[in-house]
């Protein structure tokens, strides 16, 4: 006997979207991947499926928004599904190559650009463990007196990296580089940046499904007991080739923040400050270099 299958009404699907996703996000959480996926597959405006609730969805639209939520249903991030992210307003390609964007880190890129406001000079800097690019590539979109180069130690990053600084239609210089080698740098640098893997392995039962699944643990963890391990690589590499005067700025982990700032006062730094986040945690730090 064949079975005829109504194709279903976005309101039904969206009870169904609803009822499979209530138990793993928050109610706002899921609201929002509706929002997100319609408007990523079909570019529907919020308000669409409230003004039409009785629009039948097409198979196409349909299998779309079944194999996403499919996705979800397996804690893949959104990001991941639809391949982009918003980072200081910039729509920038991701997949499973980099870590998504996190708002922390606009924080950090604010920080940089309102030291740098009045500073008319041209200035170089290099970005560390670069990733999806939304470092370099927002720091080049918004401060015109940046000469920028970035690395990052995986080719997949950087083949995304890439694709963003394109879309972005900025000029970066990005370089492969392992920096646990020693290397070294052709132009002494005026601006250092990183948000290096801070993460330890034993923090990974903290960690969401979302993260630890899916997220390249290349760019989250720090070798076991070592949680500085990749901030000591960053230093050695400013004592050579950052200026005197130069500044480095860090993403960190809030639980060594106060054990990093000891290791950077131990060093070739004179000047230190630490930032919390918007959710109150330790997260930013610059030095000067002496
Ligand atoms: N902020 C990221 C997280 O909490 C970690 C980023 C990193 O290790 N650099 O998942």
Known sequence: MNVLILPMLINEFKVHFNKSLIDIYPQNEVNSFFRILTDHFFQWP???????????LTAKESNQLSAALLDLIKHKPVQ???QEAFFYNRNFYVDENVLIPRPETEELISWVLDDSKDNGAQRRVLDIGTGSGCIPITLAKEENNFTIDALDISTGALEVAKKNAQRHKVEINFFKVDIRESISWPYPLDIMIANPPYVEPDEKNKMLPNVLEYEPHLALFTPHNHPLFY????????????????????????????ALATLIKANHFDYIEIRNDIFGKKRMLKALKS
Do not use: Q
């Not at 700025?249 to 639980?255: M, Q």
């Open 46 to 56: 919020p308000t669409f499926s409230v003004l039409n609730p009785d629009h039948r």
């Open 80 to 82: 991941y599904i639809t």
């Open 231 to 258: 901030y000591d690589k960053i230093i050695e590499l400013s004592r050579t080739f950052l200026k005197s005067g130069g500044c480095l700025y860090l993403e960190i982990n809030p639980v060594h923040a106060t």
